[in-house]
Nanobody, 123 residues
Framework: VQLQASGGGLVQPGGSLRLSCAASGFTFSSSKMGWFRQAPGKERECVAAISWSAGRTYYADSVKDRFTIFRDNAKNTVYLQMNSLKPEDAAVYYC?????????????????WGQGTQVTVSS
């Protein structure tokens, strides 16, 4: 299984970024997908996750109404649209995949991880 995250970069506060994560080597359409982030000195946290059918989503309280997770099963890709970015959103963002249906927002319930992509929010 390979997960390739991209789309990170430097953005000013209030700006937007869209992260993408392309998956291969697994039945993407039957897997839950999550975006996690880890800032220096902090624990890794789930910011958003989506079930295989996109019928269920999870958002951390800190990103609700600003971030949107969505997936395109035809392209084996999950996206994280991040709007109204704040300096505290700066972190390395990771995508993760797992075939089990439970534990949408739980780090321990994701078996496969991609490399991170850095998001920097600064003026």
């Amino acid at each position: 299984v390979q997960l390739q995250a991209s789309g990170g970069g430097l953005v000013q506060p209030g700006g937007s970024l869209r992260l993408s994560c392309a998956a291969s080597g697994f039945t993407f359409s039957s897997s839950k997908m999550g975006w996690f982030r880890q800032a220096p000195g902090k624990e890794r946290e789930c910011v958003a996750a989506i079930s295989w059918s996109a019928g269920r989503t999870y958002y951390a309280d800190s990103v609700k109404d600003r971030f949107t997770i969505f997936r395109d099963n035809a392209k084996n890709t999950v996206y994280l649209q991040m709007n109204s970015l704040k300096p505290e959103d700066a972190a390395v963002y990771y995508c993760a995949l797992d075939p089990r249906v439970y534990g949408l927002g739980l780090e321990t319930e994701y078996r496969y991880w991609g490399q991170g992509t850095q998001v920097t929010v600064s003026s």
